[in-house]
């Protein structure tokens, strides 16, 4: 079953510019994590928040956790064509089955030079 | 570094072939994950285990099923190939020992029927 919801669904800005991308989900998690895929490849972890963390930072990235409207944001800084990816969030449900995630459909992030 | 590898990065087969994807990770990791990826969709959970000879059903594993003898191994079988199994299909893995952390990903095998 997919939980989390990304926003937007697509996403195109020109370099330097920060991106924002949004992620909903439906139940009570332990944690939530961010993934990014380059075209064609696998996912690679970025970031974990746990349930009873705020925000979080890894270099240009910025991750908030609000448990009360369940969602979550990631903040690319200052983008680089680089960046040019899909960004998938990933939330733990509590209670859930041990070291299962459930993925939403991903947000397709253009970032032009 | 930590690896995941899949035996084929594209691979072509025939309605009704029996196809195996295989999968193999280097970190003694005990829990392996297969997932198919379908625009639109994002990733679905076909199946996972937790250790040697287990095995659990997840959100599509109808035309599947699944093998791992040995911990590094996991594979995914399809029986009879449909052209609706045209897909990206994803192994992961992850390990117990920090519950619910990272998933670590293959690159993936782009699967085509016909």
């Known amino acids: 079953s997919q939980q989390g919801e990304e926003d937007p669904q697509a996403l195109s800005i020109q370099e330097g510019e920060n991106a924002t991308m949004n992620c909903s989900y439906k139940?009570?998690?332990?944690?939530l994590q961010w993934y990014r895929q380059n075209s064609g490849r696998g996912l690679v972890h970025l970031i974990l928040?746990?349930?009873?963390?705020r925000e979080k930072h890894s270099g240009r990235l910025r991750v908030t956790l609000d448990t009360s409207k369940k969602s979550s944001s990631l903040l690319i800084t200052a983008s680089r064509a680089a960046d040019t990816a899909s960004y998938f969030c990933a939330t733990a449900p509590y209670g859930g089955s041990q070291g299962n995630l459930i993925f939403g459909k991903g947000t397709k992030l253009s970032v032009k030079p | 570094d930590v690896k995941v590898t899949q035996s084929s990065r594209y691979l072509v087969k025939r309605t009704g072939e029996k196809v195996f994807l295989e999968c193999v990770q280097d970190?003694?990791?005990?829990?392996m994950f297969w997932y198919r990826q379908d625009p639109g969709l994002g990733l679905r959970l076909i199946y996972f285990s937790y250790d040697v000879k287990m095995k659990e059903k997840g959100d599509i594993p109808e035309g599947y099923s699944v093998s791992r003898e040995k911990k590094e191994r996991f594979s995914l079988i399809l029986e009879s190939a449909s052209t609706n199994q045209t897909s990206m299909y994803l192994c992961?893995?992850?390990?117990?020992?920090?519950?619910?952390?990272?998933?670590?990903f293959g690159p993936g095998t782009r699967l085509t029927v016909l």
């Open positions: 139940t009570s998690i332990n944690n």
């Open positions: 970190m003694d990791h005990e829990n």
């Open positions: 992961a893995s992850s390990s117990y020992r920090v519950p619910y952390n990272e998933q670590f």
């Open positions: 928040i746990r349930s009873n963390e």
